[in-house]
């Protein structure tokens, strides 16, 4: 009985590990995470299943609780019930398929991958192992994520120690010979760290400060100047007259985020704008939930928050490429990117306003996600991230 109890804590402990180290922010370790179907297959009742996912999940979101914190100017506890809130989506699922029979335990497996990859569950599927396909299998395309997924349900066999050993062979040869994503011709991502500020400061001066760093990164040959989610604030037609005189004498387009209300709510959007005016690239299909998105309104009567539209535009026309746009949360869970990758888009685009994030690995996140499936698919990456 003590050696189980020993066995079971041992396992709960490798779990909390794997979820710290995996998502660290450092894409070379993303593939720690795929441990956790391991430990998860070597439980051995239904209970310590709970608890192995439990350890995984709520370490690998750790950043959330201090996040939530800042983002609404308030103590550590809201945070920490979203927190837990949230890992019980995933420990549930990770619960229920989780079988004594070790010959369908892979099957249930890939069952409970697939259902925390799409909505519903997918909507806070943060954290999925096979997001380090493209660590393991750059360039592999669907083939490295046919791979993987083959990988994560070996991982949940008896087999697991011969799926680990290749898997550590072709993560060590990607790691000898890795390249962060190249950026696409004549496009560039402009980074800021005006904290809470940005969106929220709209005044005339604001405007300035931003056109004089547009004109400065174009002066330097880009023709495509990507700045971060919510740059624009509210989006008004005061806005865009006053950039599209700014780029009146200028060949420049800058793609920056911003917000437009209507009836319901709001949609985060991505804007265009050049010398001929403005128009929407993109609108966000997945807001985060809480903060943004917040679907219970409507039964209620009311109206408010983000709009969100799961399917929606996975792939927009920028300057003759076909982009795969990906605002913020999108960047965190599954679909969005591969809904996008159906399409063979010429390359990704990520925008992200992480300022509430200070303190946390969450933007390192982000960052390590979206790097990981730009290298499975072989796609340039354009990145900007507020701060």
């Known amino acids: 009985m003590r050696r189980e109890y020993h066995r079971s804590t041992l396992l709960i402990f490798a779990s909390i590990a794997i979820g710290v180290v995996g998502w660290s922010g450092h894409v070379a370790l993303l593939p720690v995470a795929i441990g956790f179907p391991v430990l998860w297959s070597l439980t051995r009742t239904r209970l310590h299943a709970a608890l192995v996912s439990a350890g995984y999940f709520l370490a690998a979101s750790r950043g959330l609780p201090q996040g939530v914190a800042a983002f609404y100017s308030s103590d550590i506890w809201p945070g920490l019930l979203l927190w837990l809130c949230a890992s019980l989506s995933f420990v549930t699922v990770h619960t229920v398929l989780w079988t004594q029979n070790a010959s369908v335990r892979p099957l249930r497996y890939l069952l409970a991958a697939a259902i925390m990859a ?169 807001p985060v939930p809480g903060s943004m998105w917040q679907p219970w309104r409507s039964w209620f009567g009311e109206i408010g928050g983000a709009s969100a539209d799961f399917f929606a535009n996975p792939v927009v026309f ?5 982009v795969a746009p990906l605002i913020c949360y999108e960047q965190l869970v599954i679909w969005p990117v591969l809904q996008s990758m159906l399409h063979d888009p010429d390359f990704i685009l990520a925008v992200g306003n992480g300022w509430w994030t200070e303190g946390t690995s969450i933007v390192a996140v982000q960052r390590t996600a979206t790097t990981a499936w730009a290298k499975l698919f072989d796609k340039p990456l354009v990145i900007a991230i507020n701060t």
Do not use: C, K
Request: no cysteine.
């Open 318 to 322: 920028a300057g003759g490429s076909r």
């Open 118 to 286: 799409v909505p519903p569950f997918g909507i806070i599927g943060w954290a999925h192992p096979v997001t380090a396909a493209g660590v393991v299998f750059p360039g592999w395309r669907w083939w490295g994520l046919g791979l993987m997924t083959a990988g994560l349900a070996g991982l949940a066999t008896r087999l697991w120690p011969a799926v680990a050993i290749a898997l550590t062979g072709f993560w060590l040869w990607s790691a000898a010979s890795w390249t962060d994503p190249r950026l696409p011709n004549g496009w560039r991502g402009v980074d800021l760290d005006l904290g809470a500020t940005l969106g929220r400061d709209v005044g005339l001066q604001r405007h300035r400060d931003l056109i004089a760093t547009v004109r400065a990164v174009a002066g330097n040959g880009s023709r495509f100047v990507v700045l971060p989610e919510s740059t624009l604030g509210l989006l008004t037609p005061t806005v865009t007259r006053l950039w599209t005189r700014a780029l009146a004498d200028a060949d420049t387009t800058i793609i920056a985020g911003a917000a437009v209300i209507d009836d319901g709510g709001y949609d985060n959007i991505l804007v265009a704008i050049d010398r001929d005016g403005g128009r929407i690239l993109y609108r966000e299909r997945m």
